[in-house]
């Protein structure tokens, strides 16, 4: 595999507390369905690799389920609103981009992540003509870099490029393979697949 700093430098923005859960194997996907300020209107997979810019605009306690309301002051800790600096952990390498259509679907996929039912429903029904994509992602750690904070990387919106790229780093899988692909097989099983 090829190390993540070759690739193009492109980012998917994601709750902190989201990321903090793939970076520590809590769970292995995200559900997508674009961001407010999207180009497309929707959510489109720009890469299948991409780095995960945490992002802490939106997230609230009471959309996580109770276990992982906590991880949100955690995440805060360092963070300076406004900062120069943002800081990146994690790489991802989608896996499989499942399309979400109904309230069935993703019923069955209710305890493979940290977001509440009612939360997971809105996102759903929210640009109900477009799928909520569950994206099923392979995720690397980094040692922890800072990057220049950039105003192309706020708003609500899914991908950024990275303008300053990523100083090569070291990286791992969070999960080694035998259990990540437990988790993904699951997930598969779950849906039917």
Same mark, same amino acid.
């Given at each position: 595999?090829?190390?993540?700093?070759?690739?193009?430098?492109?980012?998917?923005?994601?709750?902190?507390?989201?990321?903090?859960?793939?970076?520590?194997?809590?769970?292995?996907?995200?559900?997508?369905?674009?961001?407010?300020?999207?180009?497309?209107?929707?959510?489109?997979?720009?890469?299948?690799?991409?780095?995960?810019?945490?992002? #802490?605009?939106?997230?609230?306690?009471? &959309?996580?389920?109770?276990?992982?309301?906590?991880?949100?002051?955690?995440?805060?800790?360092? #963070?300076?609103?406004?900062?120069?600096?943002?800081?990146?952990?994690? #790489?991802?390498?989608?896996?499989?981009?499942?399309?979400?259509?109904?309230?069935?679907?993703?019923?069955?996929?209710?305890?493979?992540?940290?977001?509440?039912?009612?939360?997971?429903?809105?996102?759903?029904?929210?640009?109900?003509?477009?799928? &909520?994509?569950?994206?099923?992602?392979?995720?690397?750690?980094?040692?922890?870099?800072?990057?220049?904070?950039?105003?192309? #990387?706020?708003?609500?919106?899914?991908?950024?490029?990275?303008?300053?790229?990523?100083?090569?780093?070291?990286?791992?899988?969070?999960?080694?393979?035998?259990?990540?692909?437990?988790?993904?097989?699951?997930?598969?099983?779950?849906?039917?697949?």
């Amino acid at each position: 595999m090829t190390s993540p700093e070759q690739r193009l430098p492109v980012a998917l923005k994601e709750w902190a507390v989201a990321v903090k859960a793939l970076s520590e194997g809590e769970q292995i996907m995200v559900l997508r369905k674009g961001g407010i300020a999207e180009e497309t209107r929707d959510f489109q997979l720009r890469s299948p690799q991409f780095y995960l810019l945490p992002a #802490y605009e939106h997230q609230k306690p009471e &959309l996580l389920k109770a276990p992982y309301q906590s991880g949100i002051q955690e995440t805060l800790q360092g #963070y300076a609103p406004g900062g120069d600096t943002v800081k990146i952990n994690a #790489y991802a390498e989608v896996v499989d981009d499942i399309e979400i259509r109904d309230q069935d679907t993703l019923d069955k996929v209710r305890e493979f992540h940290i977001w509440t039912d009612t939360f997971a429903e809105e996102r759903l029904k929210w640009k109900r003509t477009k799928p &909520l994509h569950l994206l099923l992602l392979r995720v690397y750690v980094l040692e922890e870099t800072e990057i220049p904070q950039r105003p192309a #990387y706020t708003g609500c919106k899914s991908w950024v490029t990275l303008e300053d790229g990523i100083p090569a780093r070291a990286f791992k899988p969070v999960l080694d393979d035998d259990i990540f692909a437990a988790k993904v097989q699951e997930i598969r099983l779950a849906l039917g697949l």
